[in-house]
């Protein structure tokens, strides 16, 4: 599983870890977000990301705070893409000026990129208000999964390089 704040890299990372490991790969968002960004309820929410967890083999990428646990209990790895707050701003700020109006692949149907103040907001504040939840679930299942923290390209280009090898 691939968690992080917006703007981390998650989609990015989870389509190329998707082609390199050839696993499926579903992305929260699409499966949370209804058109209008409407939010799905918390008791289908939780059943969808169950049942997507109970399949043989997936990388599933997204935060969702009240299913991190299912999912981490379900998976072999997680990968916690943990950037700076200026670095996941920036790129959320670059994403809605190159895409706006339009949906994003890794995006449910009928959400189109948009300008949202308090998205930005919680983008700038992920790492006083999430990093903290996020980090004590991680030593939770700290002796029981493979974590891999990543904090910068170097990091980044380290896994990747990591995961070529793998797949040679």
Same mark, same amino acid.
């Given at each position: 599983?691939?968690?992080?704040?917006? $703007?981390?890299?998650?989609?990015?990372?989870?389509?190329?870890?998707?082609?390199?490991?050839?696993?499926?790969?579903?992305?929260?968002?699409?499966?949370?977000? #209804?058109?209008?960004?409407?939010?799905?309820? #918390?008791?289908?929410?939780?059943?969808?990301?169950?049942?997507?967890?109970?399949?043989?083999?997936?990388?599933?990428?997204?935060?969702? $705070?009240?299913?991190?646990?299912? !999912?981490?209990?379900?998976?072999?790895?997680?990968?916690?893409?943990?950037?700076? !707050?200026?670095?996941?701003?920036?790129?959320?700020?670059?994403?809605?000026?190159?895409?706006?109006?339009?949906? !994003?692949?890794?995006?449910?149907?009928?959400?189109?990129? #948009?300008?949202?103040?308090?998205?930005?907001?919680?983008?700038?504040?992920?790492?006083?208000?999430?990093?903290?939840?996020?980090?004590?679930?991680?030593?939770?299942?700290?002796?029981?999964?493979?974590?891999?923290?990543?904090?910068?390209?170097?990091?980044?280009?380290?896994?990747?390089?990591?995961?070529?090898?793998?797949?040679?």
């Amino acid at each position: 599983m691939i968690i992080g704040s917006s $703007g981390a890299g998650k989609s990015t990372l989870s389509i190329w870890l998707s082609k390199q490991l050839n696993l499926p790969l579903y992305h929260l968002d699409k499966y949370y977000w #209804k058109a209008g960004w409407e939010m799905t309820p #918390k008791p289908e929410w939780k059943e969808k990301v169950k049942e997507l967890t109970l399949k043989p083999e997936w990388i599933i990428d997204g935060n969702f $705070g009240s299913t991190m646990h299912i !999912r981490m209990h379900a998976c072999d790895a997680i990968v916690f893409l943990n950037y700076n !707050r200026i670095i996941c701003t920036y790129r959320i700020l670059k994403r809605v000026l190159t895409s706006y109006g339009t949906v !994003r692949t890794d995006m449910a149907e009928g959400c189109p990129e #948009k300008w949202d103040w308090e998205f930005i907001k919680y983008v700038w504040n992920f790492p006083k208000e999430r990093t903290p939840y996020t980090l004590v679930l991680l030593d939770k299942f700290r002796n029981k999964k493979n974590i891999i923290e990543i904090k910068s390209r170097k990091d980044l280009k380290a896994f990747k390089n990591y995961i070529l090898q793998l797949s040679e």
